[in-house]
Structure formats: structure tokens, C-alpha cells
Nanobody, 128 residues
Framework: QVQLVESGGGLVQPGGSLRLSCAAS????????IGWFRQAPGKEREGVSC????????YVADHVKDRFTISRDKTKNTVYLQMDSLKAEDTAVYYC??????WGSGYGCFSRGVYDYWGQGTQVTVSS
């Protein structure tokens, strides 16, 4: 049974940092894509970043690429989203998502339809 559990959200002041974790289990870490999405109140869920096993590449959306970094720890079956220089507009619920049998490329990174499994989300609030 596939499980995705996000953690690490919270309240942070503008300019601060948070590291989100996505602990993933129940699948074989062979050919997968794991992505981070976020959804602010009243807005659609948008892709933020992803990591792909096929080429080991990482992708970060242009509007956060200078501040967010995605990484994975194979020993812990966990993918991280490091978020620095946070702004009020980064306030959202952050979700990790997975396709455990991914044969595509980075073009699918920010498409919600690519992903089969979703975590419950973790709230990030950036406010002074």
C-alpha cells in the first residue's frame, strides 16, 4: 500500500526557511516521479518541484527556483523540499505526490494528472 506522509510545515516569518519532508513507502524505488505541489486558499493546486528516477533530474518551477530545492534521501525513502527566503505568497498547503511507475520526462513534472498518489498535505504559513 502506497503511503505518502508530509511533515515540516508550520508558521515562519518572511525571509525564513522551512524544510518539508515526504516519507514515501509501499512501492519499489525504481522508476518514479515524486512532486511537490501547493494550494493556496481560493487558488488551484500548482506544481512546485519534482524529482525523477529515470534521469535523476530535479525540476523547480520558475517562480520559486531561486529559493526552493528538492532532494531525496534513498536511505530514508524520503524526499525533501527546502524552502528559503520565504514570502507571504508561499503560504499554502503543500502536498507531495507520486507516480511509482513513471517512464516519462520532466515535461510531466508540474501536471497533476501525472501523479497517482497524494499525501494529506502540510500547512505552510508565512507571516510576521
Amino acid at each position: 500500500q502506497v503511503q505518502l506522509v508530509e511533515s515540516g510545515g508550520g508558521l515562519v516569518q518572511p525571509g525564513g526557511s522551512l524544510r518539508l519532508s515526504c516519507a514515501a513507502s509501499g512501492f519499489t524505488w525504481d522508476r518514479y516521479i515524486i512532486g511537490w505541489f501547493r494550494q493556496a486558499p481560493g487558488k488551484e493546486r500548482e506544481g512546485v518541484s519534482c524529482i525523477i528516477s529515470t534521469d535523476g533530474m530535479t525540476y523547480v518551477a520558475d517562480h520559486v527556483k531561486d529559493r526552493f530545492t528538492i532532494s531525496r534521501d534513498k536511505t530514508k525513502n524520503t524526499v525533501y523540499l527546502q524552502m528559503d527566503s520565504l514570502k507571504a505568497e508561499d503560504t499554502a498547503v503543500y502536498y507531495c505526490a507520486l507516480d511509482p511507475n513513471f517512464w516519462g520526462s520532466g515535461y510531466g513534472c508540474f501536471s497533476r494528472g501525472v501523479y497517482d498518489y497524494w499525501g494529506q498535505g502540510t500547512q505552510v504559513t508565512v507571516s510576521s
